[in-house]
């Protein structure tokens, strides 16, 4: 039998987590990313990825995605996403997420979430449409789930890589599941990663992730299909910056939900 070394290290990490026995979390550090998104070997469009976390341990979490290569020359969306909130101990507690899809002349697409801890609440502007839903503690974004995934594979926060998400109108039970480790070639580099698997209310998304434990389980690869193919998102360049020695409460952030 194949012996997975990241992979064995992670569960036995994560049953000493659930048992009491980690330490403080450490935090995550702030950085720049950049991506390359491709499908059958074409160029499609870059994305660049930049985390900034203040003393006081807020976070803002940004994504830009613009085409490049040929697709540049007939298209100019830009697309932007913005996660904003508090990291809590093992936990990440956005505040606010918000979403924009600018398509040349047309009326740009724009949906905005806030998440009022206090009241239980989640509100979504989207297009004239509004609602409201319950906000059970542990709720993400779609875009803060990312951090929360890091954490979770972080060497003192290891534990069930399950959460809810406030997505397209909805709560959802985003589930990820480890799936063997593989060396991965990028743009930016060969990283040892663990292989993740995605699924939705349990059921299959489709998606692949590859995160490097040097990296601080950043992404590196991930693959998503669906009916229109497959698109592929590789990392091409990171600079990790100057760490932040923020301040918060070695808990597990429920506490701090309010």
């Not at 979490?61 to 697709?71: D, I, K, M």
């Not at 059970?136 to 990312?146: E, L, N, R, V």
């Not at 663990?194 to 434990?213: Q, V």
Request: glycine share 10%.
């Amino acid at each position: 039998m194949r012996r997975h070394p990241l992979l064995a290290a992670w569960v036995i990490a994560a049953v000493l987590w659930q048992t009491g026995n980690a330490q403080a979390p450490s935090p995550l550090s702030p950085y720049t990313a950049r991506y390359r998104l491709t499908s059958g070997g074409m160029l499609l469009a870059e994305t660049r990825v930049t985390l900034r976390i203040t003393g006081e341990g807020t976070y803002r979490y940004h994504s830009q995605t613009v085409p490049a290569g040929l697709v540049a020359a007939l298209r100019s969306d830009r697309v932007t996403e913005q996660s904003s909130g508090r990291i809590r101990g093992c936990q990440v507690i956005p505040d606010q997420y918000r979403y924009r899809h600018e398509k040349g002349t047309d009326p740009a697409l724009e949906t905005e979430l806030a998440f009022d801890w206090p009241g239980g609440r989640v509100a979504n502007h989207s297009r004239g449409s509004h609602w409201r839903m319950d906000l059970p503690p542990g709720t993400q974004d779609k875009f803060s789930q990312q951090l929360q995934l890091m954490l979770r594979l972080g060497e003192v926060c290891r534990g069930d890589l399950a959460f809810p998400v406030a997505d397209g109108g909805r709560l959802k039970h985003y589930r990820f599941r480890p799936d063997g480790e593989e060396t991965v070639e990028t743009p930016a580099g060969r990283f040892p990663a663990l292989r993740l698997t995605r699924s939705k209310n349990g059921k299959a998304a489709g998606a692949t992730l590859w995160l490097a434990p040097e990296l601080g389980y950043l992404p590196v690869k991930i693959e998503k299909r669906d009916t229109n193919g497959e698109v592929s998102m590789e990392l091409r360049e990171f600079t990790r910056e100057r760490v932040i020695q923020y301040r918060t409460p070695p808990n597990s952030g429920a506490d701090a939900m309010r």
